[in-house]
Each structure stands twice: as C-alpha cells, then as structure tokens.
C-alpha cells in the first residue's frame, strides 16, 4: 500500500536539482518550484530515497514528510493545482 510523501529540496548546483527534479518527477506531481508530492509503497521509496541521496551533494538539502490520510484530507489548496492522485486507484 502506498503512503503520500511531500518532498523538499534545496539543491544548489543546477545540474543536481535538474536530476533530483526528473527522478522526482518520474515518482511524484510537482506542486511548487521545489515540493512534490509522491505516492509510494515503502520499498519503491527506499530506492528512491537511495537515488537521491547517490545524487546530492554536501550542503544540499531533501526532507520527506509522511501525510496520513487524515492529513490529506485536511489539505488546504488556494489558487492553481489539483489534488495529488493515487495511482494505485482508479475511478471507472
């Protein structure tokens, strides 16, 4: 089953934060310049976790933030963006 993951960086080097974007990218849905939100089972987010950490570098920053159900359903959305689907369910 998978878990919501809000993820952030801070990467400094350009070249960096385009890979980590793209590998984000390929997991997850952009939702501001440096936040996405991934829907994961654990272990697809332990390999993600490990291609990340292979490509920062010191100083450079990533941070995961669970959101249970109940958080996600106290999500608050102002202007632009749609809601952060499971992939995992699909509505017929």
């Known amino acids: ?13 350009d070249r960096v934060r385009r890979e980590v974007r793209k590998a984000l990218t390929n997991h997850g ?6 936040i996405f939100e991934c829907f994961l089972p654990g272990r697809k987010k332990l390999d993600l976790q490990a291609e990340l950490t292979a490509l920062i570098e010191k100083g450079d920053s990533i941070r995961w933030y669970p959101l249970c ?8 959305r102002q202007g632009q963006g749609e ?10």
């Open 29 to 34: 849905t952009k939702v501001q310049y440096s």
């Open 1 to 13: 089953m998978s878990r919501l993951w809000m993820v952030a960086y801070d990467i400094s080097n």
């Open 69 to 76: 159900a109940w958080c996600r359903d106290k999500i608050i």
């Open 83 to 92: 809601e952060t689907q499971n992939p995992e369910y699909f509505l017929l």
